[in-house]
């Protein structure tokens, strides 16, 4: 038998003051009595301190040195040789992804894979080591090599359920990353409950022993493995919604899908799934006011993470337009054709003040200094801070459609200018050329089109005469003015991206108007909450673990919600929970072969509180017997 | 706070009335001794003897039956009471200390028999007479008395009831009432020197004081125990069994007392020291009529 820490036996020095204080004794307590009549009388007849007395001292004596004695043994932490030759290392991996909330094992696959892992945990011996690695998203140590089976145990419970994937392979890279740092001679092996058949190479070339455990059935499962959203590139209310939906189980289903935009139902879509089939659809829908999308799958089974998917559908915002201009039908229906557009027409000699984020339009007349924000400016006829105006340019013919810059800008997205019919325009001379971006050009280099984007200001300038032209009558006209508003007001086909479970992201906070007093927090579906960091530019959020739609509230500004992203389990590994083992094995993890599952100082403090007790008695005895 | 106050004063004169309502017209003289003599009521016979005083024959007797019987009676006289008051350092003892009722309870009975008209004396005692009040009479005597029993203190030697008793029947005086305040706690027994009372014909009263540490003591554990009279100490172990044989001991001790009282037809009067003084003398009275 070996010592694991030698020194504590000098505790058994206290065996010393004990003996000491016995040779001693302890002064007696002086208690004056009135007479000594009955003490005497009584002690005559039974001996004060009888050798019976006298020895029950001694073999109290003897018990406190006992227990002096064992406590010293305890705390110097004794242990048998064969105790460190058979000393095991166990990294338990325990897959928590999506697919192991599925119910064909009840209560559900996680809590029979935690249920074994406790049982293991049990079953480990002392000095054995164990530690738990999670699967379920980015493979995280739970808890780190430890022989606390207390610890352990909570630890293991304490594992909570996610909407992650599965990333079994690379916990069981982490998992041979912790067994290969002490390289002793400890047996090491991990043990996988997992729901997810690994890749046999993979299994067969660790050195490593991998004990797999599977949780799960052939169970069959519908979901729905994509959804996803945005807005229309060509209808300011529009926007396009796609479904995908995979059977991934051996016979055919039927089910409904039904897709709503908060709370009110927008489509129905009965399927017939073949086994196996993936089926997808693109929708396309109208509404302003944007919100939650959300498809459910009509279909009971035993995974229900995958039968609802959320998206956000942005709003579109109303367009202030002021358009400036002798009364112009063209121009004014033009503008009215779009439905977010809030028209205010106003004649040149009466404009006054313009409202806040409103775009200007100018016919003809423009001010000596053009406004800031956005300002169109059609066939302008007077000079500017910007430009001057020069003699009429007859029957210009578009010549050079500068491609790149328009894509970028999408300002002539589905417009073709050259068929059209443009009997005038007018000569401008820009002030300043560099800050000028000509889009369309005339065969004789006059500019047609163009851009001038300075801090604070977007000027868009047509100087083609509409009044002699076919332009108005083109649909390339109304397209052009709906692209310049999207490119005034930034609005083109946004798309809120609906991430998958264990996705990160990151969101802009410049975009979302900070204050210095603003507080930030992360909401998860469930209502948990994550402070996030404040005065940054961009944060990172995530690995999003939950399905559903996930908040950034600012809690100063009474909770209000600053941005929204849907999170999907968008997986068909995952919603393939088809598991092709049965169950998992049941037989014991390790063979109870140790010292009674306890180390020996256990038995030894064990021991001396019965020896405590035994004094307690024996305290007890002298006073009351 | 003081032993004898006027609250204490006017409980005695409580006390004088009720003894004296309670005993009215049941004494012939202002008290019976037992002493025969020349007295008007009729004791008993005896048979005549040659000297005897023909004047005390009775003749109905002697016509209706021949025989010669001489007729006693009880003498009249003034009583003497004595009353011995224990200062051995056990009466210190206990809470309040038993001394304090002993001498409140000493200077009751000696106003009690004052205010009668009786003779009172107070003997000090412990291994010895210690202090004395000379016999006396008459109420105005009380205030000595309550200075002479202020100055006493617990603090002789421990009793010895033989020797003083002794000492305290040696002297010439008539006999009486002897009332002894003690606790009795006499390493060679109570039963002698009482007895030498008896013997020397006074009329033996017995008022035992005790605490009720000492009968019921909160004595546990391991401890030396010191006789405060001896200062003899002894280390003991004291258990829960040991304090019930105590408490036996200690009922033992009373009822032997209470036997030894009852068989010399004398007044024992035995009492916590923490009761009144005025209940304990009104008991007194009521039970044995030792004040009267």
């Known amino acids: ?625 | 706070m003081p032993l004898f106050d006027s609250d204490f004063l006017t409980k005695l004169d409580y006390l004088s009335l009720v003894s004296k309502r309670l005993f009215r017209g049941s004494l012939l003289a202002q008290r019976r001794t037992k002493q025969m003599g020349g007295g008007i009521e009729f004791a008993d016979h005896r048979e005549y003897s040659h000297g005897d005083d023909f004047r005390h024959l009775d003749w109905n007797v002697f016509a209706r039956h021949g025989q010669l019987l001489l007729k006693r009676f009880q003498e009249e006289a003034d009583l003497h009471v004595y009353l011995l008051l224990d200062c051995s350092r056990s009466m210190g003892f206990g809470s309040p200390p038993k001394f304090d009722l002993a001498r409140q309870v000493v200077a009751a009975l000696a106003y009690i028999a004052l205010a009668d008209l009786d003779r009172i004396a107070v003997v000090a005692f412990a291994n010895d007479i210690v202090a004395d009040f000379p016999l006396t009479r008459g109420k105005d005597r009380i205030l000595s008395l309550m200075k002479f029993l202020e100055a006493l203190e617990p603090s002789c030697a421990d009793t010895d009831l033989v020797r003083v008793i002794t000492g305290f029947t040696q002297r010439p005086q008539q006999r009486g009432l002897a009332v002894v305040v003690s606790d009795l706690y006499d390493p060679r027994g109570y039963e002698r020197g009482l007895d030498l009372l008896r013997y020397r014909n006074y009329e033996p009263h017995i008022v035992r004081l005790f605490d009720r540490q000492e009968a019921e003591p909160s004595l546990l554990g391991e401890l030396e125990l010191m006789d405060i009279e001896s200062g003899v100490g002894q280390k003991v172990t004291i258990t829960e069994e040991a304090l019930k044989k105590y408490e036996k001991l200690f009922v033992e001790f009373g009822d032997n007392l209470s036997r030894y009282s009852r068989r010399y037809g004398l007044g024992c009067t035995q009492t916590l020291c923490d009761v009144p003084f005025e209940e304990l003398i009104l008991g007194m009275m009521r039970s044995a009529g030792v004040v009267a």
């Open chain 1, 1 to 625: 038998m070996s010592l694991a820490n030698p020194l504590a036996l000098y505790w058994l020095g206290a065996i010393i003051p004990i003996v000491g204080l016995y040779i001693l004794k302890v002064r007696l307590r002086r208690v004056a009595v009135p007479t000594m009549l009955f003490w005497n009388r009584l002690y005559d007849q039974q001996k004060p301190r009888s050798v019976w007395q006298r020895l029950r001292h001694w073999v109290s004596l003897l018990i406190q040195a006992a227990l002096a004695l064992l406590i010293a043994a305890a705390l110097a932490d004794p242990f048998f040789p064969w105790e460190t030759r058979q000393l095991r290392r166990v990294v338990l991996v325990v897959d928590n992804s999506a697919s192991m909330n599925a119910t064909d094992v009840a209560p559900s696959r996680l809590i029979a894979a935690k249920s074994q892992a406790v049982s293991m945990i049990r079953g480990l011996r002392f000095r054995d080591e164990l530690a738990i690695v999670s699967a379920g998203g980015r493979p995280r140590v739970v808890c780190g090599f430890s022989s606390h089976s207390r610890t352990l145990t909570a630890t293991a419970n304490d594992i909570s359920p996610t909407d992650n994937p599965t990333r079994v392979t690379e916990a069981i890279e982490l998992a041979r990353r912790l067994l290969d740092e002490p390289a002793d001679e400890r047996q090491s092996e991990i043990v996988v409950l997992t729901d997810r058949d690994l890749d046999p190479i993979r299994e067969g070339e660790s050195l490593v022993a991998i004990d797999v455990r599977r949780f799960g059935a052939m169970t069959g499962n519908i979901g729905i493995t994509q959804f996803q959203t945005r807005r229309s590139l060509i209808d300011p209310l529009g926007y396009e919604i796609l479904v995908e939906v995979t059977n991934a189980s051996d016979k055919a289903v039927e089910a409904r899908l039904e897709m709503d935009l908060n709370d009110d139902v927008i489509d129905v879509v009965p399927l017939k799934l073949t086994a196996g089939q993936r089926w997808w659809q693109a929708f396309e829908k109208t509404s302003a006011s944007g919100g939650h999308l959300t498809a459910k799958l009509d279909h009971a089974d035993s995974f229900m993470a995958d039968n609802q998917a959320w998206a956000v559908l942005p709003k579109r915002d109303s367009i202030p337009v002021m358009l400036v201009s002798e009364p112009n039908l063209f121009l004014q229906k033009v503008f009215e054709s779009n439905p977010l557009v809030q028209l205010d027409c106003v004649e040149p000699s009466r404009l006054g003040l313009r409202p806040d984020r409103s775009i200007t339009v100018f016919h003809r007349q423009t001010p000596p200094q053009l406004p800031t924000g956005s300002v169109l400016v059609i066939d302008p006829r007077n000079d500017c801070d910007l430009w001057t105006v020069g003699e009429p340019v007859p029957n210009p013919l578009v010549g050079q459609q500068d491609q790149r810059a328009a894509a970028s800008m999408s300002l002539l997205t589905h417009v073709q200018l050259n068929n059209v019919l443009l009997p005038e325009a007018r000569q401008v001379t820009f002030v300043d050329d560099a800050a000028a971006r000509v889009l369309v050009r005339a065969i004789g280099g006059e500019p047609l089109l163009a851009v001038i984007e300075r801090p604070g200001q977007k000027v868009l300038l047509l100087t083609v005469n509409l009044a002699e032209g076919d332009l108005p009558l083109r649909t390339a006209f109304p397209i052009l003015v709906s692209n310049a508003l999207s490119w005034f007001t930034e609005n083109r086909g946004e798309l809120s991206e609906s991430l998958p479970t264990g996705a990160i992201t990151e969101i802009d906070l410049a975009s979302l108007n900070p204050t210095s007093e603003q507080q930030l927090t992360l909401v998860a579906p469930d209502g948990r909450r994550t402070e996030l960091p404040s005065r940054v530019d961009r944060i990172s959020l995530g690995p999003f673990d939950q399905c559903g739609v996930w908040r950034v509230v600012d809690l100063q500004k009474g909770e209000i919600t600053l941005s929204e992203r849907a999170c999907n389990l968008a997986n068909r590994d995952e919603s393939d929970i088809r598991c092709l083992e049965p169950e998992g094995r049941t037989e014991p993890f390790v063979a109870a072969s140790s010292f009674g599952q306890r180390p020996i100082w256990v038995w030894l403090i064990a021991l001396s509180w019965l020896l405590l007790g035994l004094e307690w008695w024996a305290y007890q005895r002298r006073w009351i017997a």
